[in-house]
């Protein structure tokens, strides 16, 4: 397995050292612990875990200034945030999530692999966001699997800095990048760039959109939580 990943990796142009390689078997071996007590993931097969899980997730790297601060919005089993800290030393990564459990297998991860400069943080994004020690204070606002466009918007911009960016990760979305062109407008961000491609060892279409910040949030974004999934923008 380490092979595949180190062969997957340089397919997307990442360069994994040995010990980056150590840190995600670890990883795995942890997710498939976990994930026989709590639900984490549906996926389990090793392979599998290394290209939809690990690589997936590594494809936004090279989206990530250097010494960014990042949010990971929803982060579940750690995915994109801890395979982007693996890779990514020079990134300070904040994994936000509603379940402790989850926060508790993140935290035993974060441990096991000796990662710095990354915490766990526990609550609802509507919450964290207007929180004003998280509201508007990243480079840097992710989320992979989470919500539409439009819902997701609402939730992950409010955390992000003017001038910074919210890279956004899906599958094929061209009729959601369209249906939250409102929504992106009303919070003050717009498109910068968009990379569709393929993970061929899965035959995926994946796309990544990248929208920069050009002004303050509204103060009435997030709106109180449940509301954005329920009634998009």
């Given at each position: 397995m380490e092979?595949?990943?180190?062969?997957?990796?340089?397919?997307?142009?990442?360069?994994?050292?040995?010990?980056?390689?150590?840190?995600?078997?670890?990883?795995?071996?942890?997710?498939?612990?976990?994930?026989?007590?709590i639900n984490l993931t549906a996926i389990t097969e090793d392979r599998e875990i290394i290209i939809k899980h690990f690589i997936d997730s590594l494809t936004i790297a090279k989206y990530i200034p250097e010494n960014a601060y990042m949010i990971d919005v929803g982060t579940g089993a750690g995915f994109?945030?801890?395979?982007?800290?693996?890779?990514?030393?020079?990134?300070?990564?904040?994994?936000?999530?509603?379940?402790n459990k989850r926060l508790n297998f993140l935290n035993e991860v974060i441990k096991e692999l000796e990662l710095e400069e990354i915490e766990t943080v526990h609550g609802r994004a509507e919450d964290a966001g207007?929180?004003?020690k998280y509201r508007e204070k990243f480079d840097v606002a992710t989320a992979r699997a989470v919500a539409n466009i439009s819902t997701l918007s609402e939730l992950?911009?409010?955390?992000?800095?003017?001038?910074?960016?919210?890279?956004?990760?899906?599958?094929?979305?061209?009729?959601?990048?369209?249906?939250?062109?409102?929504?992106?407008?009303?919070?003050?961000?717009?498109?910068?760039?968009?990379?569709?491609?393929?993970?061929?060892?899965?035959d995926s279409e994946r796309t990544i959109i990248i929208y920069r910040k050009k002004n303050n949030t509204p103060k009435q974004y997030p709106r109180k939580a449940g509301t954005p999934a329920k009634q998009p923008i």
């Open positions: 092979t595949l990943l180190k062969e997957q990796a340089k397919k997307i142009n990442i360069e994994l050292t040995d010990h980056m390689i150590e840190q995600f078997m670890k990883y795995k071996s942890l997710l498939k612990e976990w994930n026989e007590k994109p945030g801890i395979p982007v800290k693996i890779f990514r030393k020079d990134v300070k990564v904040v994994l936000l999530d509603s379940l207007n929180n004003l992950c911009t409010p955390f992000v800095k003017v001038g910074g960016t919210f890279i956004c990760m899906k599958a094929n979305a061209d009729e959601e990048i369209k249906n939250a062109q409102k929504a992106l407008e009303i919070l003050k961000m717009e498109e910068e760039q968009k990379e569709q491609f393929k993970i061929e060892e899965i």
